[in-house]
């Protein structure tokens, strides 16, 4: 039971404390059962006052081989020391590195290197030999490994700075640091800079600020410099230490100190005359020692002449001269003008100063004679001619001149066929070829060819716009003569339409409006802003009356010369509901139109119906011609118009001349179609009855049992290209044009009513008869 209590016991974490405790009471005479069952003692009996374990920190020597005899180290003390007891070490590095021998001396085996591990963690506990029991609780402690110069300052791979030229003595390039791998704690590890070289211009902390010792530095003269550098562990003590060099790349930046020269007091440059606006002449190469974002160069041209040249700058700041407006060699065959440069921005007083630079220069540019086109006195023309006939066709004049100084006589075209204007070839001059409307086409444009009267001469063009100028030479007309309409139950003083009038001259002056021939029933006002009204002077109109109402409306246009024009109005007199809504009108095929064109169109009417009869009458006549006549054709006629046929169209109608024709010729076959009863046989009586026939027929599809059952007879035998029944039209029936009826014009509605009274009542005056 005891044992099993222990065993528990072992497992908890507190268990070996408790044994150390026990260890401690039995030293101190006190009960081991007791302590056993008060397992919570421990922490109580550690705050003991007297310790058993003696050291402090060990210290080892690093980089030191192992002696022989080794070296000790150190030595373990406890109070429970004596024979019958060991030490036992364990943790980092122990009983490898570091062991401990019987006397509790702990004795280094093995090199140390400080930088790769500077302290060791070990801890001691202290056994019975003849029990192996631990007689004191475990204790730490840590040997540290000194320290020795054993290592040299690193600098770090390339290392380079830079400082704008001309700063500040003492300003700070760059810094520089190395590194130790020695504790930096001590002498060993801590590191001094010097400058090996460069000490005239630069120097160095031991901070590794590296500074300037000057302001003259200048990128012009030197861009970059190379110092050597020193670093060295143990600074404070000379002659001895590791150290290393390495060297430094100090760049020095540009700033913009040096201003734009030109390379030479002169330029000449050729330019042909005709070069273009815009074109490059050369350059004007300007020297700046700075580098290219630090030249600011910028130009003046000569007073004058800058209006002539430009300058602009080039990608390496070179001035660029090019041309603003074209050269004339006929006017001035030299240029020569002075060009000034000056640095924009220049940091401080420049490097480079003094009356000699080179800031002018003189620019000299000959012009190139080249054969040039004609040029015309102006770029466009603009003309305006009246429209109409004219007594002097000239509307105007072009020039054009041969610039060249032996300049060609000048030809003028008008290449365009079409412009209803000639030019002069000689002088010029530009002439109507025919009158011009202006109603018609208000403007012309077209092109003047210039061309130096030589074989192949330069030509050049100018465009001249012709305006044709406007004589009131329209009269005006009425805007909406469509719909003036009276109703049956207008009354007196009603304003039955406005009527407006539009003339096709410009600007046409205010239109005026008056009756031509007075009229009892309407009168019309003129409204003052271009229309007219006109108002009913006594009602009682009616559609029963055939009478048309024209009226007849002077409208003069106020133009010079005035113009007018006498306008019908066609007024129609309908039947309304009411708010003027229209019913139905008299029918007046159209408005302002005459009897005697009604009468006309009538009469083409006519014409065209006796034509169409008569083509009809000679058709039916050319067919009685193809079919022979016999005797039974006068009832097969009666038969055909016996039955309501639909024309050719009808497979109901039995045609009984097919029938007849196949019996008289036996070679008759139906040509087309899988007919049923195409394939029935021919009846054997043919010219026998015609009622037996029928019989036998009926008597046949009757008794067919591979026939569906018919009710009537279909015969789809071939049409022919012409029907053999003819036309059923009732037109071919009258030779004459008295059996016409034309009732059924009446029947067509109002609108047909005059023709209908045309025809209808009394039919003697239409003859169609020829
Ligand atoms: C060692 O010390 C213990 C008690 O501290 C004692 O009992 C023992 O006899 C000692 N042995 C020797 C050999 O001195
Ligand atoms: C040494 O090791 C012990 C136990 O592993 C730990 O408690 C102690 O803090 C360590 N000491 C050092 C200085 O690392
Ligand atoms: C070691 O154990 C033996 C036997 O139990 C004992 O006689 C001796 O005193 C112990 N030594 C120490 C130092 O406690
Ligand atoms: C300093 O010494 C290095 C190496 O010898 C050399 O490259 C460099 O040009 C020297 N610099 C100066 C400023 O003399
Ligand atoms: C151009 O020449 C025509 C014809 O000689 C002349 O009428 C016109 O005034 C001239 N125009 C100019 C701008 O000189
Ligand atoms: C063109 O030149 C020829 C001869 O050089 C001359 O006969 C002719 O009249 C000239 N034509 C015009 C339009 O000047
Ligand atoms: C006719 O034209 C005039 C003016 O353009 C307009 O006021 C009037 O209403 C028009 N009349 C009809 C019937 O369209
Ligand atoms: C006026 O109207 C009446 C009846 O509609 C007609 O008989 C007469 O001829 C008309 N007068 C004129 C001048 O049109």
């Not at 066709?393 to 000639?422: F, L, T």
């Not at 005697?596 to 006796?610: D, G, K």
């Not at 019996?663 to 139906?670: A, L, M, N």
């Amino acid at each position: 039971m005891m044992k099993q209590t222990a065993r528990r016991q072992m497992a908890e974490p507190g268990f070996w404390a408790g044994v150390l405790v026990i260890l401690c009471t039995l030293s101190m005479g006190a009960d081991v059962h007791q302590a056993l069952k008060t397992p919570s003692m421990p922490s109580r009996v550690l705050q003991r006052h007297k310790r058993a374990w003696k050291w402090d920190k060990l210290y080892v020597n690093e980089e030191m081989p192992p002696k022989n005899p080794p070296e000790k180290i150190g030595k373990l003390e406890n109070t429970f020391f004596n024979a019958s007891a060991r030490y036992i070490l364990s943790g980092e590095g122990a009983n490898d590195i570091f062991t401990v021998n019987d006397n509790g001396d702990i004795i280094v085996n093995a090199k140390l290197d400080r930088e790769k591990k500077n302290v060791y963690n070990l801890s001691a506990s202290l056994i019975n030999i003849t029990t192996t029991k631990q007689i004191d609780h475990d204790d730490t402690f840590i040997i540290v490994v000194m320290d020795i110069n054993d290592n040299s300052p690193v600098f770090p791979p390339d290392v380079s700075g830079s400082i704008s030229e001309s700063s500040k003595a003492g300003s700070i390039v760059m810094t520089v640091k190395a590194t130790d791998a020695d504790d930096p704690t001590t002498q060993n590890g801590m590191i001094g800079y010097k400058l090996l070289n460069g000490t005239d211009l630069f120097a160095i902390n031991n901070k590794g600020e590296i500074r300037t010792l000057t302001s003259s530095l200048d990128r012009e003269k030197r861009s970059q410099y190379l110092i050597a550098i020193q670093a060295k562990d143990m600074p404070d003590v000379s002659n001895t230490g590791n150290s290393a060099t390495t060297i430094v790349t100090i760049n020095i930046n540009d700033v913009n100190d040096n201003i734009a020269t030109f390379k030479t007091g002169e330029y000449q440059f050729n330019v042909k005359e005709d070069s273009k606006p815009g074109y490059e002449i050369g350059k004007l190469k300007v020297e700046d020692k700075d580098e290219i974002q630090n030249k600011d160069p910028s130009f003046t041209i000569q007073h004058k002449f800058d209006e002539v040249f430009g300058i602009k700058l080039s990608n390496v700041k070179d001035g660029i001269l090019s041309l603003k407006v074209p050269l004339d060699y006929e006017t001035q065959k030299m240029h020569k003008f002075s060009v000034n440069v000056l640095e924009r921005t220049v940091s401080k007083s420049p490097d480079n100063q003094g009356p000699k630079l080179q800031t002018r220069a003189q620019v000299f540019i000959n012009v190139i004679d080249v054969d040039e086109p004609p040029v015309f006195n102006q770029t466009e023309y603009k003309f305006s001619f009246y429209e109409g006939p004219f007594q002097n066709p000239i509307i105007g004049a072009v020039s054009a001149k041969d610039p060249d100084k032996n300049g060609y006589k000048i030809r003028y075209s008008i290449e365009d066929s079409n412009c209803p204007v000639a030019v002069d070839p000689v002088q010029g001059y530009l002439s109507l070829k025919k009158q011009l409307d202006r109603e018609d086409k208000s403007s012309y444009t077209f092109q003047v060819t210039a061309q130096e009267n030589v074989t192949n001469g330069l030509k050049s063009y100018a465009l001249v716009n012709l305006k044709v100028l406007d004589i009131n030479d329209n009269a005006p007309e009425l805007t909406n003569r469509s719909y003036v309409y009276v109703c049956e139950s207008d009354k007196p003083g009603t304003i039955i339409g406005t009527v407006g009038a539009y003339d096709k001259d410009e600007n046409s002056g205010r239109f005026r409006f008056t009756l031509a021939k007075r009229n009892l029933n309407f009168s019309l006002y003129d409204n003052g802003d271009n229309t007219a009204r006109i108002e009913l002077k006594q009602g009682g109109f009616s559609t029963e009356h055939s009478v048309e109402h024209v009226l007849e409306i002077e409208i003069t246009d106020g133009g010079t010369p005035e113009q007018k024009s006498i306008n019908l109005l066609q007024i129609k007199v309908c039947t309304c509901q009411t708010g003027r809504r229209v019913e139905y009108c008299m029918a007046y095929t159209r408005t302002g139109m005459s009897v005697s064109a009604l009468l006309a169109i009538l009469l083409c009417i006519v014409t065209i119906l006796v034509i169409v009869i008569l083509i009809v009458l000679r058709r039916r006549y050319q067919k009685e011609i193809l079919v022979t006549k016999s005797s039974g054709e006068i009832h097969e006629q009666l038969v055909s118009y016996d039955e309501e046929g639909g024309g050719e169209m009808d497979t109901n109608g039995y045609d009984v001349s097919i029938l007849s024709s196949a019996c008289h010729d036996s070679s008759f076959r139906p040509s087309t179609g899988p007919s049923l009863y195409a394939v029935v046989k021919k009846p054997s009586a043919c010219k026998g009855d015609m009622a037996m026939m029928i019989e036998v027929k009926k008597d046949e599809a009757d008794h067919d049992r591979d026939g569906i059952p018919y009710d009537t007879l279909h015969i789809y035998g071939c049409e022919g290209s012409e029907s053999l029944s003819g036309s059923l039209s009732s037109l071919d029936s009258s030779s004459s044009g008295s059996n016409l009826d034309y009732n059924f014009l009446h029947e067509w509605g109002p609108r047909f009513r005059t023709l209908a009274q045309l025809y209808g009542v009394d039919g003697s005056d239409s003859d169609s008869s020829d």
